[in-house]
């Protein structure tokens, strides 16, 4: 008979497990708590608007690379699916002027130099390490730890364009970037995606996943893509449980035996993999979890000046047109208002027009984001706990600040935008159990400790595993979907079987 192994979340991570255990013979249950699967990948409908909450871009999402196989496996990107490729990674607006970092890296550049001649040195190198790290490659066939020195070198040597983004960027912060350049719209433009704080070789390589073609979105959004996963976790046999909280994982002699349902229900398993954000896994699933949690994952914790977290606040509205003037993710100032104590003075905005089907005939769906950083999770969480009303009062608050600043700079929209939804960083805590909102893991600083590979094992506790985006920085989609394989791989290494699961 298969051996059992119950995932706690559904998810990506959680998902990613499902598929890989089922393809490696073993007989599995996702428990999710919500009612449906994704977890933190997901979308909504409102008013027959389609609202997304995820996919900006994949990562290496392109024939070729090594994680393509598991985009397509997973579902995510299955045969048929049209995956969009932005025109531009986002553009930033000051004093009536434009930047674009446009996919055609070459017009960026050009554009880039016209602007600023005197920016000439920085721009060259700039564009430089970004075609450069369109090398990039998330390790996929196995975890990092899990390689032999040979795969380590091959792996290695794979790698070696993206030598020079680490040695020039590596410990650069982005304010750091921002201040090479003397265009005041070139220095604003390299702060406006990323917090200040974040080490500038992830812009550069973020910006490489745009231009290198594999940093499309899968047409039908972030939901859809959840929900084919899941269903390719079905058809292989897997069984995904929804609306089920787990409560507990149960310990007996340093060893899981299996789960507790919120409801009561004990489920027995042979393995265990908890695929939720870790900070919910060790406080809340396991009892006295404090002193299971990974040195480095600890240490982060208690370090929060160097270990930063960050999350945001969403507005979304349907605008009674077809437009293209708003295009995909534009930066611009807006008059001054507040937003959970801190002023506001700048924001971004993003049309889903490529998401042609699913808004109402004639209309557009906009949406806007403001990153926020940890205090102001604790503001709405506080908030929210001592007094809701005033809780939904600052959000809707906050949501008609935004579309004035909207009306303002796009002054065709007045009177045609009507709010469809807005949600804050403590709204992510509510629904996945995100650890203060965060979706992305730590802010990586120049003081980040070493997280690009935290073992998916709880040292102590036999036959339990982790998956998810906290396990590798920077966190998002393509870590969660790794994280999931090398979870059932970690199992199958337990049992000294072959670990190269079969597509
Ligand atoms: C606005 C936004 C934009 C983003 N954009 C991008 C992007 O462009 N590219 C990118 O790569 N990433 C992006 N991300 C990040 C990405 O969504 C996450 O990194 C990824 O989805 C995390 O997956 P996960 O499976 O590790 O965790 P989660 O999605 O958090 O999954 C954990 C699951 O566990 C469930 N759970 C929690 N506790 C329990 C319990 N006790 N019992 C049962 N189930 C439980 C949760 O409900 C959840 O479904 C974005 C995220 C957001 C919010």
């Not at 994949?58 to 995956?83: F, Q, R, V």
């Not at 390589?205 to 959840?226: D, E, F, K, R, W």
């Not at 939720?276 to 809340?284: G, I, M, P, S, Y």
């Not at 089907?357 to 205090?375: A, D, F, M, R």
């Amino acid at each position: 008979m298969p051996q059992k192994i119950v995932i706690i979340g559904g998810g990506i991570a959680g998902l990613s497990a499902g598929i890989y255990a089922q393809k490696a013979g073993f007989d599995s249950v996702v428990y999710e708590k919500h009612s449906v699967p994704g977890g933190e990948c997901t979308g909504w409908m409102r008013e027959g608007h389609y609202i997304d909450n995820c996919i900006c871009w994949m990562t290496c999402a392109k024939e070729g690379y090594d994680l393509w196989d598991m985009w397509k496996d997973s579902g995510i990107c299955a045969d048929g699916i049209e995956i969009h490729q932005h025109d531009y990674f986002y553009k930033s607006e000051l004093d009536g002027k434009t930047v674009y970092l446009w996919r055609d890296l070459k017009r960026a550049e050009k554009e880039m130099l016209e602007l600023s001649p005197q920016d000439k040195r920085e721009i060259r190198s700039f564009f430089k390490h970004v075609k450069l790290s369109e090398s990039l490659q998330v390790p996929c066939k196995k975890a990092i730890d899990m390689m032999n020195l040979f795969e380590l070198t091959v792996y290695g040597l794979r790698m070696l364009k993206m030598v020079p983004v680490i040695l020039k960027y590596g410990r650069m912060s982005v304010g750091d970037l921002s201040e090479r350049f003397k265009h005041p719209l070139l220095k604003k433009m390299v702060m406006d995606y990323m917090p200040r704080d974040y080490l500038a070789h992830l812009f550069i390589t973020a910006y490489g996943t745009i231009s290198s073609g594999g940093g499309g979105v899968p047409v039908g959004g972030s939901l859809s893509a959840m929900l084919r996963m899941a269903e390719r976790y079905k058809k292989l046999g897997g069984s995904l449980i929804c609306s089920a909280p787990v409560k507990k994982i149960v310990i007996e002699n340093k060893k899981t035996t299996g789960i507790i349902l919120e409801n009561g229900t004990f489920v027995k398993a042979d393995y265990v993999i908890s695929s939720t954000d870790t900070n919910h896994t060790f406080t809340k699933l396991l009892e006295d979890g404090g002193r299971f949690i990974p040195h480095k994952l600890k240490k982060s914790y208690n370090d929060p000046k160097n270990n930063p977290l960050g999350s945001s606040f969403h507005a979304a509205f349907s605008l009674d047109m077809k437009t293209d003037e708003i295009g995909g993710r534009t930066f611009f100032d807006c008059d001054e208002f507040t937003l959970a104590g801190r002023k506001i003075t700048r924001m971004n905005i993003k049309n889903y027009s490529f998401e042609k089907t699913q808004v109402p005939e004639g209309k557009s769906l906009v949406q806007v984001k403001i990153l926020e950083p940890e205090n102001e999770y604790l503001y709405w969480e506080k908030l929210y706990a001592t007094d809701k009303p005033r809780y939904e009062k600052e959000k809707q608050q906050a949501a008609s600040d935004i579309q004035n600043a909207i009306e303002q700079r796009f002054p065709f929209t007045k009177g045609k935008l009507k709010l469809l939804d807005v949600w804050t960083p403590f709204t992510y805590n509510r629904f996945c159990n995100a650890y203060r909102g965060v979706y992305m893991t730590f802010i990586t600083t120049k003081k980040s400790p070493n997280l690009t590979n935290i073992p998916g094992v709880v040292k102590g506790v036999k036959n339990l595993f982790l998956a998810g985006q906290w396990l590798m920085l920077p966190g998002g989609i393509p870590v969660a979907l790794v994280t999931g394989k090398y979870a059932i791989q970690r199992i199958l290494k337990s049992q000294n079987k072959n670990i190269n699961i079969k597509p």
